[in-house]
């Protein structure tokens, strides 16, 4: 579901309407960059800036060592519990940046589902991210380089986003399980045009 206004998902993350929010949401698990994110974003100056890493921890042990990696800073909410679907659009709603730090990726559910709630992405240039990233829809940064993660943080703070949510919305609608199985059939069960 996507009823929730921006105003009302920032309202009961309790964030105000100047703070720039970035979001990590989905399984907690290794491979997905969060022990690369949390030191990225801490690095960053702002008292406005908030992180929020929310889902189920792939172990009580990694929810430990996230929690020691996001130390006293204030700014960082872990949010390590399963998030049920109707809660999704709160967070997404309420960010201004989704951030997708992965080590190793094929494609990426996350991202897209980000982009249909017209968030715009930070990742590395790994896999599926390079196709799905461009313009609007966020920031590609090089993967093996130490500072690439924070100056890429840095860059989505400063960035002009103006449009970038209706863009998002329009450009994911192509994956749309409608227009997927549209095609699928038309490819399956709609005869060729015959020419002669």
Do not use: H
């Not at 290794?30 to 800036?49: H, V």
């Amino acid at each position: 579901p996507n009823t929730r206004t921006r105003q009302q998902a920032r309202m009961r993350l309790g964030l105000d309407e100047e703070a720039f929010l970035f979001l990590l949401l989905g399984l907690v698990r290794p491979y997905k960059g969060q022990e690369e994110l949390l030191p990225a974003f801490s690095a960053l100056t702002g008292p406005r800036l908030r992180l929020v890493i929310a889902g189920q921890p792939a172990s009580p042990d990694y929810a430990l060592r996230l929690r020691s990696l996001a130390g006293t800073d204030g700014r960082i909410t872990l949010d390590l519990r399963f998030v049920p679907s109707e809660e999704v659009q709160i967070y997404f709603n309420a960010a201004n940046v989704c951030v997708l730090p992965y080590r190793q990726i094929t494609t990426s559910g996350a991202a897209l589902l980000s982009l249909s709630f017209g968030v715009p992405i930070v990742a590395p240039a790994i896999g599926a991210f390079p196709n799905l990233i461009a313009g609007n829809r966020g920031i590609l940064y090089p993967p093996g380089d130490a500072g690439a993660l924070s100056r890429a943080l840095d860059e989505a703070r400063q960035r002009d986003w103006t449009g970038a949510r209706a863009d998002n919305i329009g450009w994911v609608a192509q994956f749309r399980w409608e227009e997927i199985g549209r095609q699928l059939l038309a490819a399956y069960f709609e005869p060729p045009a015959f020419d002669g």
